[in-house]
């Protein structure tokens, strides 16, 4: 692959100049086998805030015997949302996750268990972690589902500090999906920001621990099938100098090739901003549908 460097260039309308933007190179500087190319510029005016959309980031097993109810209440939570929740449903190595002898599939990946060490390794599940917010008295991880709903609605009102422009590519013949997320920051951030984009399935059909029963037909939902970024993401502002300030824009495009096993029709494109210091609060998050 080539990369072009160019110099920065900066491009106003025409019309009353009221659109000014600083356009960057168009490189690839994360270092990511899957990062094409990354470009940033200043953009004038400075984009309002979208809504806030919120990330769930669900751990569950095939033989959890309480996981289907996890699940019951992402279902619910998502219903009350509609297109505003991001579920992302992690199953980790661990003896909840692994399939079954009969199981039609193995949903463990790697990153499940990177991340359940990364954000915090709860004695049990189901449980989930709320756009990463450390609410009062709690962790990354909530073990309590009965609490999800609430700590939501606590996030789905707040004014996020960058928007999410999520869009993709993809061709059935080879299987190579390129996605582009544009981040538009709506303030100034002062915090170091990575970006995560995950891919998920729905409607995967295999063995699941419900209560007492196995039931060998389980329909799983949200399960998370591959990271771009790294697992913790992706720094947003790759060099030092791209300022999270209100107006910057940072456009990045990753490409990598679906497994065969998985159904393109069924997959969800994942894309979040986060803080990644002290705190890895959730700013916003976006999900599309995969285009077919």
């Excluded at 991001?86 to 990177?114: D, E, K, M, V, Y």
């Excluded at 996030?155 to 538009?184: C, K, M, R, Y």
Aim: with cysteine; charged share 10%; aromatic share 8%.
């Amino acid at each position: 692959m080539k990369y072009v460097f160019l110099s920065t260039l900066s491009i106003c309308s025409l019309s009353f100049f009221s659109s000014c933007k600083e356009v960057g190179p168009d490189i690839n500087l994360h270092g990511n086998a899957n990062s094409v190319s990354d470009t940033t510029y200043l953009e004038s005016p400075v984009a309002t805030a979208a809504a806030k959309n919120v990330l769930i980031e669900e751990f569950t097993g095939v033989q959890c015997p309480n996981c289907p109810a996890g699940h019951a209440v992402v279902d619910g939570i998502e219903a009350q949302y509609p297109g505003r929740i991001a579920a992302i449903a992690l199953h980790p190595n661990n003896s909840l996750g692994r399939p079954f002898p009969f199981s039609l599939q193995n949903l463990i990946t790697a990153s499940s268990t990177s991340l359940l060490a990364y954000l915090a390794d709860p004695s049990s599940e189901p449980c989930a972690g709320v756009d990463r917010q450390l609410f009062q008295g709690q962790t990354y991880i909530l073990t309590d589902r009965n609490s999800w709903p609430g700590f939501v609605q606590s996030e789905i009102v707040l004014t996020p500090q960058v928007n999410i422009i999520l869009s993709d590519q993809f061709n059935a013949a080879t299987s190579q999906l390129n996605v582009i997320a544009e981040v538009h920051y709506t303030q100034n951030v002062s915090q170091p920001n990575n970006i995560t984009i995950a891919l998920t399935e729905d409607s995967i059909v295999t063995a699941q621990l419900n209560g007492f029963v196995i039931d060998t037909f389980y329909t799983h939902n949200n399960v998370l099938r591959n990271i771009l970024t790294s697992t913790e993401g992706d720094n947003v502002a790759y060099n030092s100098g791209v300022t999270l300030v209100a107006g910057r824009v940072v456009r990045l495009v990753y490409q990598t090739t679906l497994n065969s096993l998985w159904k393109p029709q069924n997959m969800h494109i994942v894309a979040f901003v986060h803080e990644h210091a002290s705190s890895q609060v959730v700013y916003q998050a976006s999900i599309i549908k995969l285009t077919n």
